[in-house]
């Protein structure tokens, strides 16, 4: 069935570095992605998103990029910083009618300082 | 409130007892959604409610499980003869509305431990 998967389970960078976090995506009808930060005994906190019109998004220190063409999506964390230790996800939203948004299994970034 | 809060915060309790878990929303926020995450994995999407309906029940594992929300706001989601398999962090997350386009802000989960 249609899955959203992630490249890396764990991921560990010097403190500093800067860290790409890559997730693939099945469903070519997809047209929202967001990826979200979970830290250790807390819920989903969203970091990015973006749309399927456009392939690169900026925020702060993050950056999002969307490949339609090989269904590939990233989150690049620029000067990794200790308090990005975190499990990050990768979601879909198919945009149906009632919202239900597809997690992929999450990559786990370890921040050495 | 600022956030949104679920309650217990943990629970344990033996197979075969009922489980009743709560969700506040952020106030306003008329769209509300039901995850399960097991140690290690993704997000298990469960129910969606768009005010006080399910459009969707289609993620709930099996009859056992049931969920309700009343007046728009609070929803509570009940696990019955709970078995050793339902052990797993419950996300709940609201959104302003089902608009696809909009955020969803989740809680801090109910960590479920059946014994």
């Known amino acids: 069935g249609e899955s959203v998967g992630l490249h890396l389970p764990t991921l560990s960078v010097q403190e500093g570095d800067n860290s790409i976090i890559n997730c693939a995506y099945s469903?070519?009808?997809?047209?929202?992605f967001i990826w979200y930060k979970q830290e250790s005994g807390k819920g989903p906190q969203f970091i990015i998103d973006?749309?399927?019109?456009?392939d690169k998004r900026q925020g702060q220190r993050v950056t999002v990029l969307l490949n339609k063409t090989v269904k590939h999506l990233s989150l690049q964390i620029a000067a990794t910083q200790p308090g990005d230790s975190a499990v990050y996800f990768c979601?879909?939203?198919?945009?149906?009618?009632?919202?239900?948004?597809?997690f992929g299994p999450g990559t786990s970034l370890s921040v050495i300082p | 409130g600022a956030g949104v809060s679920q309650s217990p915060s943990n629970k344990v309790t033996e197979k075969g007892k009922d489980v009743e878990l709560r969700c506040d929303p952020i106030s306003g926020h008329t769209a509300l959604y039901w995850y399960r995450q097991s140690l290690g994995q993704g997000l298990e999407f469960l129910i969606y409610f768009q005010g006080n309906s399910a459009p969707d029940k289609s993620g709930l594992p099996s009859d056992r499980f049931s969920a309700e929300r009343t007046g728009g706001s609070v929803s509570t989601l009940t696990i019955q003869r709970t078995q050793q398999e339902d052990s797993a962090v419950y996300l709940c997350?609201?959104?302003?509305?089902?608009?696809?386009?909009?955020?969803?802000?989740f809680g801090p989960g109910t960590r479920l431990l059946v014994l």
């Open positions: 979601a879909e939203n198919m945009g149906t009618s009632y919202d239900k948004v597809i």
């Open positions: 997350a609201s959104s302003r509305d089902g608009n696809p386009q909009e955020t969803q802000y």
């Open positions: 973006i749309r399927s019109n456009m």
């Open positions: 469903n070519s009808a997809s047209d929202y």
